[in-house]
């Protein structure tokens, strides 16, 4: 028993904000390239619609 009893109340450290914002721009997100599949390739040959790339950056919220 020999605990010093002065101690502060718990000071509990600051909770970050729990929603994790992804980045970029929310108008617009990197995704994966539907017709490949983010292979960058079709049928061995260089997907057209992401050029190879694998992965296209879509536009939301452009109405
Ligand atoms: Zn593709």
């Known amino acids: 028993m020999s605990q010093p ?6 000071q509990q450290p600051p909770e970050p904000k729990g929603d ?3 980045v970029g721009s929310p108008q617009s997100a990197p995704g994966i390239c539907p017709e ?3 292979s ?4 061995e040959r ?9 992965t296209i950056n879509v536009l939301v919220g452009d109405a």
């Open 46 to 54: 260089p997907c057209p619609t992401c050029g190879g790339s694998g």
């Open 40 to 43: 960058g390739r079709i049928a």
């Open 20 to 22: 994790e914002v992804p």
């Open 5 to 10: 009893n002065d101690l502060p109340n718990d």
């Open 36 to 38: 490949c599949g983010g």
